[in-house]
Structures are given as C-alpha cells and as structure tokens.
Antibody, heavy 121, light 110 residues
Framework: EVQLVESGGGLVQPGTSLRLSCAAS????????MHWVRQLPGKGLEWVSG????????SYGDSVKGRFTMSRDNAKNSLYLQMNSLRADDTALYYC??????????????WGQGTTVTVSS | QSALTQPASVSGSPGQSITISCTGT?????????VSWYQQHPGKAPKLIIY???NRPSGVSNRFSGSKSGNTASLTISGLQAEDEADYYC??????????FGTGTKVTVL
C-alpha cells in the first residue's frame, strides 16, 4: 500500500523558515514525480511545487517562487520542502502528493494526510 | 495565475445527475487536455477521480465522467448517491508550466 507521511509542520513567526519532509513507502519512490499542494484553512487547494523522478526538473507556483525550495532524496525515499521568508498567507495544510508519471504532470495520484503550517506572530 | 472558476455549490437528489463546470482560459483549460478532478470528503485528503479530461483511475466509479469544451471542463456525476456528498476540485496544466486548481464546488445530496 502506498503511504505518504508528512512531517515538520508547526507554528512559526513571519519571516522565519521551516522544512517539511515526506516519507514515502509501498512503492518505488524514484519511479515517480512528486508534488506539494497546500490547502488554506477552510478554503481551496493551491499547487505549490512539483519535482521529476530524479530531481532534474522542478517547478514552483508564483506565490512561492524564490522563497520555497523543493528537493528529494531517492536513497531515503524522502521529499522535502524548504520554506523561507514565511508569511501569514503561507498558513495552510501542506500535502505531499505522488504523481502518476516519472515527469511532473497534472495527475496527482496519491495524497498524504498533510502537515499543518501556521505562520503567526 | 488565477484559480479556475467553479460554482460554489451544486445539489441534487439521489439518482439524479449533476454537472460541475470548471472555467479557465485559453492558456490553461482551453490549451491542453491536461485537466484532472479531485473529490475531497470533510477532514480527508483529496482523491483523484478524473485525469486527462475524461479518464478514470482504476477503482473509481463509472458514475463519474469528464468532458471539455473550449475553456470549460465539466464533471458529471450520474446516479447521485449520498456518498458523493463532498467538495470537488478541478486542476489544469498551464502555459506557464505550472498547475492551477479550481475554486472548489460543494456537492450536496438532498
């Protein structure tokens, strides 16, 4: 069974940094691209970032470009999101998502349960 | 990149069919057949139910179907059941090589 377990969320002050992790199991991690998608409190979904199977291609949403860095360690079956210069509007539930393909696509196939990030002073 | 436009809510009685629209632009929905749909029950993670406009992943009921015309994609749920009550989101690839979700639609089974 495919499992994606996010961790690293918490309460932080504006302007600070946080690193999210996602541990994948139940499938061959380096056969698939991955995404981070966030959901603002009580609101809709927002695509944050996507990474290809080998990390050679990474794409970011406009609202996080230049502040967030996505990476993966295939030897550890792990995905990461380094979030810098955090703002109040980054407050959200962050999902780790497995793609259906090796390259980043619109097919967000399996979702984790999410980790909550709260940015507040 | 602005969110794709969906109706805030759609309702129907058990057994009926309902359709949820997802309107974008010629730079996203209208430009590519890369539209997916997700179902999200309260307190749960989203679940993929349609990809590439019309395709269903294995295990998804054939009561769910997708289509597209111009800049608008649509999700139809036929034979509406109580378990279909959930939020639904569309998603499209964009010309900026990013992805954009819809505003979300709450489906209520009367």
């Amino acid at each position: 069974e495919v499992q994606l377990v996010e961790s690293g969320g918490g309460l932080v002050q504006p302007g600070t940094s946080l690193r999210l992790s996602c541990a994948a199991s139940g499938y061959t991690f380096d056969d698939y691209a991955m995404h981070w998608v966030r959901q603002l409190p009580g609101k809709g979904l927002e695509w944050v970032s996507g990474i290809s199977w080998n990390g050679d291609y990474i794409s970011y949403g406009d609202s996080v470009k230049g502040r967030f860095t996505m990476s993966r360690d295939n030897a550890k079956n792990s995905l990461y999101l380094q979030m810098n210069s955090l703002r109040a509007d980054d407050t959200a539930l962050y999902y780790c998502v497995k793609d259906r393909h090796t390259s980043v696509s619109h097919i967000m196939y399996v979702w984790g349960q999410g980790t909550t990030v709260t940015v507040s002073s | 990149q602005s969110a794709l436009t969906q109706p805030a809510s759609v309702s129907g009685s058990p057994g009926q069919s309902i359709t949820i629209s997802c309107t974008g632009t010629s730079s996203d929905v209208g430009a590519y057949n890369y539209v997916s749909w997700y179902q999200q029950h309260p307190g749960k993670a989203p679940k993929l139910i349609i990809y590439e406009v019309t395709n269903r992943p294995s295990g998804v009921s054939n009561r769910f179907s997708g289509s597209k015309s111009g800049n608008t994609a649509s999700l139809t749920i036929s034979g509406l059941q109580a378990e279909d009550e959930a939020d639904y989101y569309c998603c499209s690839f964009t010309a900026s090589t990013t992805y954009v979700f819809g505003t979300g639609t709450k489906v209520t089974v009367l």
